[in-house]
T-cell receptor
C-alpha cells in the first residue's frame, strides 16, 4: 500500500468554483502534513502546512482527520492562476525523517 | 529568501558515464534530500542527509550514491548512468525545529536524459 494516495484527477473546474481534494495516508505515526503546489516544469512549493485544528489561508482551507487518516484541501473562488498540480505530503520521525509525497492531483481552472 | 540551486537544468549523458548532480542551499539547513520525479510515480526519495558526512538511504538508492562534505552542498552521483535513470532530479533542504520538520525548499530540478 502506498504511503500517501491522492486522486490524480484531472479536475477541470470553471473560474469561481469551489473544489476539494482529498488525500489519505497509511501510517498512523505520521506527524507533519503539508500541501505543496507544483506548476508545470517547475519545482514544488509549499502551499500550506496542515494543522490538527484545521487552518485557512485566504481562499484555501486545509483540514486533517487523524482518526480516518486523511487530509483535505478546499479551494474557494477558483482563479485561473490556481491551475497546477497539488501534492499531499506527510512526514514522520520514525523512518529517519522522511517526507512522503502523493503523486499529485491536477487542477485546471477554465475561463 | 531561501535559495536552493542545482548545477544544471538540463543534462544529456550516455549510458555508462559517471554523472554528478550538485545542489547548494544558502540557509544553513541541516537536512538535504535528493528525489527523482517520474510521471505517475510522484517524487521518490533517493538519499537524504541530516548532517555533514551523514547520509541515509531513501526508497530507491540503487544505482546512486551521495556526498555531503560541506553543510551547504549535497551531491548525487550516478556511478554508471543507465537509461532507466532518465528523470527529473530534485534537490531539497529543510530545517528541523523542535523535532519536527518545517517545509522543504526545492531547487529548480535537473532534467537528466541518458542515451
Amino acid at each position: 500500500r502506498k504511503e500517501v494516495e491522492q486522486d490524480p484527477g484531472p479536475f477541470n473546474v470553471p473560474e469561481g468554483a469551489t473544489v476539494a481534494f482529498n488525500c489519505t495516508y497509511s501510517n498512523s505515526a505520521s506527524q507533519s502534513f503539508f500541501w505543496y503546489r507544483q506548476d508545470c516544469r517547475k519545482e514544488p512549493k509549499l502551499l500550506m502546512s496542515v494543522y490538527s485544528s484545521g487552518n485557512e489561508d485566504g481562499r484555501f482551507t486545509a483540514q486533517l482527520n487523524r482518526a480516518s487518516q486523511y487530509i483535505s484541501l478546499l479551494i474557494r473562488d477558483s482563479k485561473l492562476s490556481d491551475s497546477a498540480t497539488y501534492l499531499c505530503v506527510v512526514n514522520r520521525l520514525n523512518t529517519g525523517n522522511q517526507f512522503y509525497f502523493g503523486t499529485g492531483t491536477s487542477l485546471t481552472v477554465i475561463p | 529568501d531561501v535559495k536552493v540551486t542545482q548545477s544544471s537544468r538540463y543534462l544529456v549523458k550516455r549510458t555508462g558515464e559517471k554523472v554528478f548532480l550538485e545542489c547548494v542551499q544558502d540557509m544553513d539547513h541541516e537536512n538535504m534530500f535528493w528525489y527523482r520525479q517520474d510521471p505517475g510515480l510522484g517524487l521518490r526519495l533517493i538519499y537524504f542527509s541530516y548532517d555533514v558526512k551523514m547520509k541515509e538511504k531513501g526508497d530507491i538508492p540503487e544505482g546512486y550514491s551521495v556526498s555531503r562534505e560541506k553543510k551547504e552542498r549535497f551531491s548525487l552521483i550516478l556511478e554508471s548512468a543507465s537509461t532507466n535513470q532518465t528523470s527529473m532530479y530534485l534537490c531539497a533542504s529543510s530545517l528541523l525545529t523542535g523535532g519536527f520538520y518545517n517545509e522543504q525548499f526545492f531547487g529548480p530540478g535537473t532534467r537528466l536524459t541518458v542515451l
